[in-house]
C-alpha cells in the first residue's frame, strides 16, 4: 500500500514540469489529485481534476481549495509548486518595481494564502503533508534576480512557519530546493541568458551542466519523486527541511 493511497492531494502549478509530473506520480500511486495552473489546456491534458485559477490573488486561492473540497474532499497533501522565473530580471539598481510585485505576488503571496486556508482543516483532520517548491536560490542568490530569489528564500521561511504551527497537529512541512532543471521556465531564462551573452542555448545549458559533479542538470523526475516520498505517510519524522536537489553542488 502506497504511502498517499486514498489521500486527497492539491498540486499547484501542474500544467507542466515539476508539478505535472509530481501529479501523475501521486495519482498513479492511489492519491486522488486535485491540479491547478492558470493554463487549462495544459491542464485538460493531464486526464486528472483540474481548477483554473490566478493563485495569486485570495480569491483565485480559495476558489481552489474550495473545487478540491468540493469534488474530492479536504486536502491531506499540499503541493505548492506553481511560482514565476527570474527571466525577466535585472540588477537590482535597474529592477522594475512592477516586477518585484508581481514575483512576491505569485511566489510567496499565493502559497500564504493557500497555506492560511489548507492548513487549518489539516489541523482539523489532526493530519497533513505540505511540500514547497523553492530552489536552490532560496539558500545563495542568483546574479540579477532579487526578486526571485527574495521570494524562495520567503518561502522556506513560510514552511518553517507551517512547520512549527502545525507540528503539533500530525502536520508536516519541508521544501525542496531543486538546481537547474530543464523545465520551461528555466529555458526562458536560458535564452535570455544566452542572448544577453552572446551564447547559444545549448552552451548555456552545457555551462549549468558543469556546475554540478556528474555533469548534468537535476531531472524534472528526480524533484517529483522527492515531493512525492515528502508527501507520504512514510516522511512523517522529516518536518521544517529545506533539502537541495542539486547532485552535490556546493551552491
Known amino acids: 500500500m502506497s504511502g498517499v493511497e486514498g489521500r486527497v492531494a492539491l498540486v499547484t502549478g501542474a500544467g507542466r514540469g515539476i508539478g505535472r509530473r509530481t501529479a501523475e506520480i501521486l495519482a498513479e500511486r492511489g492519491a486522488r489529485v486535485m491540479c491547478t495552473a492558470r493554463s487549462e489546456s495544459e491542464l485538460a491534458g ?48 535597474e529592477q522594475d518595481i512592477d516586477v518585484w510585485s ?22 482539523e483532520q489532526r493530519y497533513g503533508r505540505v511540500v514547497f517548491t523553492s530552489s536552490t536560490a532560496g539558500l545563495v542568490a542568483e ?4 526578486a526571485y530569489n527574495s521570494s524562495k528564500h520567503g518561502l522556506i521561511g513560510l514552511m518553517r512557519s507551517v512547520a512549527v504551527d502545525g507540528g503539533a497537529f500530525g502536520i508536516t512541512s519541508n521544501a525542496v530546493l531543486p538546481g537547474w532543471v530543464r523545465t ?32 548534468r542538470v537535476v531531472t524534472v523526475d528526480e524533484v517529483a519523486e522527492a515531493i512525492a516520498f515528502l508527501a507520504s505517510e512514510e516522511s512523517s519524522g522529516i518536518s521544517g527541511e529545506a533539502i537541495r536537489i542539486a547532485l552535490g553542488a556546493s551552491e
Open 184 to 215: 520551461a521556465m528555466a529555458e526562458r531564462s536560458a535564452a535570455q541568458e544566452a542572448e544577453d551573452r552572446g551564447m547559444t542555448v545549448e552552451q548555456v545549458w552545457d555551462a549549468r551542466a558543469a556546475l554540478y559533479p556528474p555533469g
Open 143 to 146: 546574479h540579477a534576480g532579487s
Open 46 to 93: 493531464l486526464g486528472l481534476d483540474f481548477a483554473v485559477a490566478d493563485l495569486g490573488t485570495p480569491d483565485g486561492c480559495a476558489f481552489a481549495v474550495d473545487e478540491t473540497e468540493k469534488r474530492l474532499g479536504p486536502v491531506e497533501i499540499f503541493v505548492c509548486n506553481h511560482g514565476i522565473g527570474s527571466a525577466h530580471e535585472r540588477v537590482i539598481w
Open 102 to 123: 508581481e514575483t512576491m505576488r505569485i511566489n510567496l503571496d499565493g502559497p500564504f494564502y493557500l497555506s492560511r486556508l489548507i492548513v487549518g482543516r489539516m489541523v
